[in-house]
Structures are given as structure tokens and as C-alpha cells.
T-cell receptor, first 118, second 113 residues
């Protein structure tokens, strides 16, 4: 149980284009989903928290107009990188939590999406 | 502010040897602590977690971790490492007042045959 999927697993795009990444909880309803970014050989940095049916909460320094997050249902959240540039190349990982509002709620992580912007 | 430190960036052990990965946290109250493993190009898999109770926590794949409040540590151990354990290991703490995870910088484990 508690499986989270991401699609696509890898994407290569040209500079200036937009890319959408999907995160799905396959066997549970996720009230809260989280988006992380991981640079090579570094840890995960939380970008934003999304709650179903409401606006995402972005971490300091994350451009909300560049990284659009939509949590349209209890099993799907999307991250759209708009007007992507080479510096946006990274590994993007989502996680989902059945509850999400207490410290004891475990987050289940997706397999990640490798974005390369040429 | 809460923080997590993993002092060892790289660790190399021989297959069959014991393993200990260090994790220290900075937190005012009782921390909620996690260990995750990440294989190359993959997401994170939960190994174990500590919320309260017994300070020695058993996890999957033969891993265990011990919470030591006096040392602000939550070290991960395995008595006998397998080649398939080679991966990146992350310690995390849930930050106070929220549900946000704060990750350490990770320890990359290499296993020699």
C-alpha cells in the first residue's frame, strides 16, 4: 500500500517551454502533497505544499509563478515548470500524505522526475 | 530552527560488515525522526520512523535505529550489509508546528564485494 507515482520519469525540453509533472497517490487519498527539488548529490528541498482544493503554499525563495502547482483531486497533484530554463534542470520529487496536517502523518514519496532543460 | 546533520557524506563498507550511519538533529521538543533510502534515480523509501516509545526502532531490510535524546542522535544501523544496500540514506525530522520534513544532506553508502 501507500504507492505514489510520478509521470513522466524523465523529460527533456527546450528552454522557454513549459513542462507538467504529475504526482498520483495510487491506493490512498492524499489530503496533502508536497513537491521537492533535489540537486545532484544534495538533499531534498521542499518547494511547496499543496492541499486538495486550495492554493499551494510555497517555501521562501520559490517562485510561485514559475512553479505552478495544482491539486485538483485527492489523488492528483501537478507541478508545471513554466518557461523552463537550464537552471531549472533538476530532480523533482513529490510526496503524499493521507492526512498531512499532523507530525505523525508519514509522507510517501514518488520515484521522481528528472527534468533536463536544453 | 530545526536542522538535521549527517556528518558522513560517503561511507564504504565491505559486504557482510556492520554499518552505522550517523544523524544528529537540532530540535527543542520531542522530535519525530525518519530514515529514508534512495537508490540511484529513484524516489525515497521509508526505512523506519520514531515518534515515541521504545527508543530502538526496527525497520525494513534489517535496519534499526536508536533514538538518544542526550546525544540528539538517531543513528541507523545494520549488523550485516548486503551489496544491494548501496544507496543514499537520508535522515529527516518533522519541523515544529508543521508537517514539513527537514532532510539531512544524505550519506552515500558504497558496499565492496
Amino acid at each position: 500500500g501507500a504507492v505514489v507515482s510520478q509521470h513522466p520519469s524523465r523529460v527533456i525540453c527546450k528552454s522557454g517551454t513549459s513542462v507538467k509533472i504529475e504526482c498520483r497517490s495510487l491506493d490512498f487519498q492524499a489530503t496533502t502533497m508536497f513537491w521537492y527539488r533535489q540537486f545532484p548529490k544534495q538533499s531534498l528541498m521542499l518547494m511547496a505544499t499543496s492541499n486538495e482544493g486550495s492554493k499551494a503554499t510555497y517555501e521562501q525563495g520559490v517562485e510561485k509563478d514559475k512553479f505552478l502547482i495544482n491539486h485538483a483531486s485527492l489523488t492528483l497533484s501537478t507541478l508545471t515548470v513554466t518557461s523552463a530554463h537550464p537552471e531549472d534542470s533538476s530532480f523533482y520529487i513529490c510526496s503524499a500524505s493521507p492526512g498531512g496536517h499532523t507530525r505523525t502523518d508519514t509522507q510517501y514519496f514518488g520515484p521522481g522526475t528528472r527534468l533536463t532543460v536544453l | 530552527a530545526q536542522s538535521v546533520t549527517q556528518p558522513d557524506i560517503h561511507i564504504t563498507v565491505s559486504e557482510g560488515a556492520s554499518l552505522e550511519l550517523r544523524c544528529n538533529y537540532s530540535y527543542g521538543a520531542t522530535p519525530y525522526l525518519f530514515w529514508y533510502v534512495q537508490s540511484p534515480g529513484q524516489g525515497l523509501q521509508l526505512l523506519l520512523k520514531y515518534f515515541s516509545g521504545d527508543t530502538l526502532v526496527q525497520g525494513i531490510k534489517g535496519f534499526e535505529a536508536e533514538f538518544k535524546r542526550s546525544q540528539s542522535s538517531f543513528n541507523l544501523r545494520k549488523p550485516s550489509v548486503h551489496w544491494s544496500d548501496a544507496a543514499e540514506y537520508f535522515c529527516a525530522v518533522v519541523s515544529s508546528g508543521t508537517y514539513k520534513y527537514i532532510f539531512g544532506t544524505g550519506t552515500r553508502l558504497k558496499v565492496l564485494a
